[in-house]
């Protein structure tokens, strides 16, 4: 069956560096073809670091009138039991998150680290499956995040992709770089 519109749902998860930057690979690629992309960004915002709060590939993406985005988060990882403020935001996003697919100037959104959300218990991965199933048949959504598999999810999606590290600089103790992990 060949199928040329939108409507399908992507997931890019792993332990590998790239599954937002996949994510926002497909949306310069969107955005050059037209179509109007919605970043809605889970647990991503609010350290007070004004170049970790607006990213490069955000303020790059930013520049182009097809693009737009909207950041929830509260300035820090979650480490252990998330803060209330932690499972508030979470909650805030996945709400904007359900709003933003029922706006007709979108055609893809990216909801990116929710997988995260579920890995670290701030959403069900019932959350995730109802979002799936609620998606106007129009609609691109891509899911982003998490280093475990969520099969229910992945059995919904059309195109899984895991991304998986062989070796990070990380894991050498070499912080995140300007430009290349922010």
């Given at each position: 069956?060949i199928h040329h519109g939108l409507g399908f749902t992507q997931v890019f998860w792993g332990n590998g560096k790239g599954k937002t930057t996949s994510a926002l690979g497909t949306a310069l690629r969107a955005c050059g073809n ?149």
């Amino acid at each position: 069956m060949i199928h040329h519109g939108l409507g399908f749902t992507q997931v890019f998860w792993g332990n590998g560096k790239g599954k937002t930057t996949s994510a926002l690979g497909t949306a310069l690629r969107a955005c050059g073809n037209g179509f109007k992309v919605h970043l809605v960004q889970f647990m991503k915002n609010g350290t007070g670091n004004p170049e970790i709060d607006n990213p490069g590939e955000i303020r790059a993406l930013g520049k182009l009138p097809e693009f737009t985005y909207k950041r929830f988060g509260t300035g820090s990882w979650i480490i252990g039991k998330p803060t209330q403020d932690q499972i508030e935001k979470v909650k805030d996003a996945l709400s904007y998150l359900k709003s933003a697919l029922n706006n007709s100037e979108y055609d893809i959104i990216i909801a990116d680290e929710i997988l995260y959300a579920v890995q670290l218990g701030l959403l069900e991965e019932s959350d995730v499956l109802k979002l799936i199933d609620s998606k106007p048949k129009e609609k691109e959504l891509i899911l982003t995040g998490s280093h475990i598999p969520f099969p229910n999810i992945f059995a919904k999606a059309e195109l899984v992709t895991e991304i998986k590290k062989h070796k990070h600089p990380y894991d050498s103790g070499f912080i995140a770089r300007k430009g290349m992990e922010y």
